[in-house]
């Protein structure tokens, strides 16, 4: 099931063209978007993933993104889609066809991946792969675009690939002195004696919306929390390795490297009852 509504309200038809040739977007990965979790009809954190839109279109010169026109654009995919059906929901704003002209803008309501849901309950294979970044990189050249979430996905996806060559199902990029990272497509956050570690943004890295909502419901379920560098040694050691995001929410990462890890299940299941209430009426 699709559901495609643009910024400007007209609802179309997803499986017919929409997109001209010559978008920026398409041609250059030139534009921004963000992709939020649906629930029993409710979008999961979506301030901050409208927030950490509007400063990702900031990198890139785009227009300031209206988070009121963004709201009623949800709300007009959301009348569409089942209440009782999960969905991921993709904001995408592109440069458009005319650098000096109005953007492309739209939210394309899809199904979750079953490979998601199933990765969900049984955890996943990873892999360390060198970014060919050094921590201090973001400052000296915010032209790179570091920690903003721009269409130009196709090294993540390559490393994904990657990944998949080496027997895994997904990557953690490190910097070129061993420091973590990121996933292609998550935060990191490993769990050591009640207390969450994950690796600071100012290094280069995307802010994690649901990295973020972890770290409040665990704090209220009465854990510690710290955002500091993390080593890859510190990946191999914690109690558990897991990888966050708005669609695959918090997934226990099993090996590492072809070595399999500390038995993290009774913890994955604990971090995510907590992660859950987050959510409850």
């Not at 959301?78 to 995408?92: C, I, N, Q, S, T």
């Amino acid at each position: 099931m699709r559901v495609l509504v643009f910024l400007d309200g007209s609802v179309e038809d997803p499986t017919s063209p929409q997109i001209r040739a010559d978008d920026l977007g398409l041609q250059r990965g030139d534009g921004v978007f963000e992709t939020i979790l649906v629930r029993d009809g409710h979008p999961r954190e979506l301030r901050p993933h409208l927030d950490r839109l509007r400063r990702s279109a900031a990198m890139l010169d785009l227009p300031e993104q209206d988070v009121h026109r963004w709201q009623r654009t949800v709300d007009e995919v959301l009348a569409r889609w089942p209440r009782d059906r999960e969905m991921a929901l993709k904001l995408v704003c592109t440069r458009g066809s005319d650098p000096a002209g109005e953007p492309l803008a739209f939210a394309l309501g899809t199904d979750v991946d079953e490979k998601i849901t199933q990765a969900r309950a049984t955890g996943i294979a990873a892999v360390t792969l060198d970014r060919g970044i050094d921590e201090g990189l973001a400052e000296r050249a915010p032209w790179l675009l570091l920690g903003a979430k721009s269409l130009s996905y196709a090294v993540n996806m390559a490393a994904i690939r990657e990944a998949n060559r080496r027997g895994a199902d997904d990557a953690i990029f490190l910097a070129t002195n061993g420091t973590v990272l990121e996933g292609p497509t998550s935060s990191v956050v490993i769990a050591r004696d009640r207390t969450l570690y994950t690796p600071p943004a100012g290094i280069g890295i995307l802010p994690g919306t649901s990295q973020a909502a972890l770290f409040r419901a665990a704090q209220r379920a009465g854990w510690h929390t710290k955002v500091e560098p993390l080593r890859t040694e510190d990946l191999r050691t914690a109690d558990g390795l897991f990888l966050t995001s708005s669609i695959r929410e918090i997934t226990r990462v099993h090996t590492l490297d072809g070595e399999r890890l500390p038995d993290a299940r009774e913890l994955h299941a604990e971090l995510v009852a907590a992660y859950e209430s987050e959510y409850r009426p």
